[in-house]
């Protein structure tokens, strides 16, 4: 026998310090409320510019967070809406992402589902190497893609965006649903063949329903992604009836070196906002286990 | 109802060695066959290309008479219970059941009996609105009975239902099942690798191993007349003992294993010197673990025996003839002429 079991037994109580917990807790919540802070910030600042008069913003000693001298206005946003095109760019800019969205998920999805089920490392590699397309910066693809858009007849016009965004859109929402597509188990699919269907009914109503998480994915990153573009957007087009948002208000608010900061925040604001609720009322879809239960265990 | 049969059926992934190797068999109409084999043998294999999951590299699939070898899932006419169940994750137990009538189109009344029917077999009634992630082990595997169930299928494909229950569900499961199967008669292929399972529920057992079929019989015929060695040791727990005398292998069962005194002079028996080594009490029954010559050897008495021999000491055993069952050494095959 050896001398540890010829003792009498004690729990190792040193491993369980008290207070630990609580402290472990402290350290977790001051992180949550670091990054919140964090990530929090700009936007605040955003919210608070686009209703500060000028001798607000412009005095350096004034605490951005709050309104300091003047009282608040909504004279930025007048400005925004009658004096610029900015409803012209909002409109472009929900057509060419509501179109830009459709020929993504119209392309992007059939393509995970193919290279997921293409057996062996194919399909993988494959995801890969189209993945590694969107990394190409657009500003170096915008000079063939000039060529393109010219021989379509498309210059000057909101629809080049939505020929030419998918090239960045397509690849990086293939690869985004390639891992959804392989959480989802094939068991669920080649079962609803068994229960009567083809492959691709089987397709649509049993793996298309567990991949909606997926689906809201890729509709959001497009959105998102269709927003910030601004390279192309500049490039292609010109003329201030066409331009989305990203290029329109910044030709049209910053004259010359001055910038026309309070509007400029609110043009960014009033698309922001839709985007950051649109990401909230989804959250839940995203994270929640959507295979759980599928296949035992 | 029909009979499923498979043709010289062949399945190679890849350059492996084939995962299904000319498989030939048939399932009679109304029979419950069970395919019983180690695991990697290819049960899944051969039970995904009768559905249709799989197409064959070579050979055909034939169910009632007729050749579906290039018919898709949906056009045999089966229903096939997963390794796993497959539910779907995104709907109630009451639309996982209703899944397969939907596809087939059935009327929405006739549906919702067929779904009551089913889940009242099943003991399902009190779930119906819950999702398969808020069910236990054995509650999933029950809806995807009632799933299979509800379409009145031709044939049923069952890939080891019962694997994810502990061990008193699954006792009363197979209860079940088979009660269940015998009641409806449809023809029923059963994937096991359980030998219990597979000797409790099966009309008729197909040995499997590395791709073949070693033997086919009932449970009877598969435990007391053993084809080869394979079958012999796979079977049995603790399994077929084999001593090895000339170019022969000397085969019994554990239980057939007694001292030399017991056995009656006017019956022959075979005489082997055992040395027994360790006891083992199960209760109903003892194990002396032992060797002959160099072989390990195990016996088998009920519990309620004296066993008038001690451990550690060689004792004479016997086996009657008609229980011995010899293989070639060589081989493995089972040899019908006594040495
Ligand atoms: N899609 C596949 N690609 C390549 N090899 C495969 C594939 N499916 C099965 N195999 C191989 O075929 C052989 C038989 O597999 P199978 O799944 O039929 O075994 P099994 O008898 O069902 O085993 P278990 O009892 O573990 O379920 C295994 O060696 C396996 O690795
Ligand atoms: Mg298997």
């Known amino acids: 026998m050896s001398a540890a079991a010829a003792q009498p037994y004690e729990p190792d109580i040193s491993s369980t310090k008290r207070g630990g917990k609580a402290a472990r807790r402290g350290v977790l919540y001051l992180a949550a409320i670091f990054f919140s802070v964090f990530a929090a910030l700009p936007f605040a600042w ?13 005095n350096g000693q004034n605490v951005p967070f709050r309104f300091n001298e003047g009282s608040p206005t909504l004279d930025n946003i007048r400005l925004l809406w009658n004096q610029t095109n900015y409803p012209t760019f909002l409109q472009n800019t929900v057509v060419v992402s509501i179109l830009v969205v459709i020929i993504t998920l119209l392309v992007a999805v059939p393509a995970a589902y193919s290279l997921t089920r293409l057996v062996g490392r194919w399909g993988e590699n494959l995801g890969i190497a189209i993945f590694l397309v969107y990394l190409i910066p657009p500003t170096l693809l915008f000079i063939p893609m000039t060529r393109v858009v010219a021989v379509l007849g498309l210059k000057n016009s909101m629809f080049s965006m939505v020929v030419v965004y998918p090239t960045f859109t397509i690849p990086f929402c293939t690869w985004l649903m390639m891992g959804f597509f392989k959480s989802v188990p094939w068991d669920i699919e080649e079962q609803a063949m068994i229960d009567g269907y083809s492959r691709v009914g089987a397709i649509w109503r049993a793996v298309l329903p567990v991949s909606l998480p997926g689906i809201l994915t890729v509709i959001v990153f497009t959105v998102a992604l269709t927003l910030h573009e601004f390279v192309y957007a500049l490039a292609f087009v010109t003329s201030s009836s066409e331009k989305p948002v990203s290029t329109g208000v910044t030709t049209e608010l910053i004259r010359g070196d001055v910038f026309f900061w309070q509007s400029l925040m609110a043009a960014a604001a009033i698309v922001a906002i839709p985007v950051a609720l649109l990401y909230t009322l989804f959250l839940d879809r995203f994270v929640a286990g959507f295979t759980l239960g599928a296949v035992k265990g | 109802m029909a009979s499923v049969e498979v043709r010289e059926i062949v399945k190679q992934f890849g350059e492996n060695a084939p995962a299904v190797d000319h498989i030939s068999l048939t399932a009679q109409d109304g029979e419950f066959l069970v395919l019983l084999g180690p695991s990697g043998c290819g049960k899944t294999t051969l039970l995904r290309m009768i559905g249709g999951l799989e197409p064959p590299t070579s050979g055909d699939v034939v169910i009632g008479n007729h050749v579906v070898t290039h018919l898709p899932p949906r056009a045999r006419r089966i229903a096939m219970v997963f390794q796993s169940y497959a539910l779907y994750p995104h709907m109630s137990v009451h639309d996982n059941i209703a899944f397969p009538l939907r596809a087939q189109g059935t009327p929405k009344a006739e549906q919702e009996k067929r779904i009551n029917w089913a889940a009242s077999i099943l003991g399902l009634d009190g779930l119906m609105k819950r999702k398969p992630r808020q069910l236990s082990g054995g509650q999933r595997q029950r809806v995807a009975l009632a799933r299979a169930l509800v379409r009145e299928p031709s044939v049923f494909l069952l890939d080891e239902p019962l694997s994810n229950l502990d061990a008193q569900r699954r006792a009363s499961a197979r209860d079940e ?29 197909a040995v499997l191993n590395l791709g073949t079929v070693r033997q086919i019989g ?37 239980e057939h294993f007694s001292p030399a005194a017991w056995h009656d002079a006017a019956n022959p028996f075979e005489r082997f010197s055992f040395v027994p080594h360790r006891e083992e009490y199960l209760g109903a029954e003892r194990l002396i673990y032992g060797e002959v010559g160099d072989e390990k050897v195990v016996a088998r008495f009920p519990a309620t025996t004296q066993l008038d021999f001690s451990i550690g000491h060689p004792v004479e055993f016997g086996v009657a003839t008609r229980h011995m069952r010899y293989f070639d050494a060589e081989s493995g095959v089972r040899s019908y002429e006594t040495p």
Do not use: W
Not at chain 1, 46 to 57: G, H, P
Not at chain 2, 193 to 205: F, K, L, P
Not at chain 2, 228 to 234: G, I, N, S, W
């Open chain 2, 177 to 205: 099942l088979q009660q269940f199967q015998r009641s409806i008669g449809t023809t029923t292929i059963y994937v096991t690798h359980d030998q219990v399972e597979a000797m409790g529920m099966g009309d008729r057992i």
């Open chain 1, 46 to 58: 955003m919210v608070f510019t686009v209703f500060k008069s000028n001798q607000d913003l412009y």
């Open chain 2, 218 to 254: 009932t449970p009877q015929e598969i435990y007391d007349d053993p084809a080869d060695t394979f079958v012999a040791t796979f079977l049995g727990s603790p399994p077929m003992n084999l001593v090895e005398r000339g170019t022969m292998l000397h085969g019994f069962r554990p």
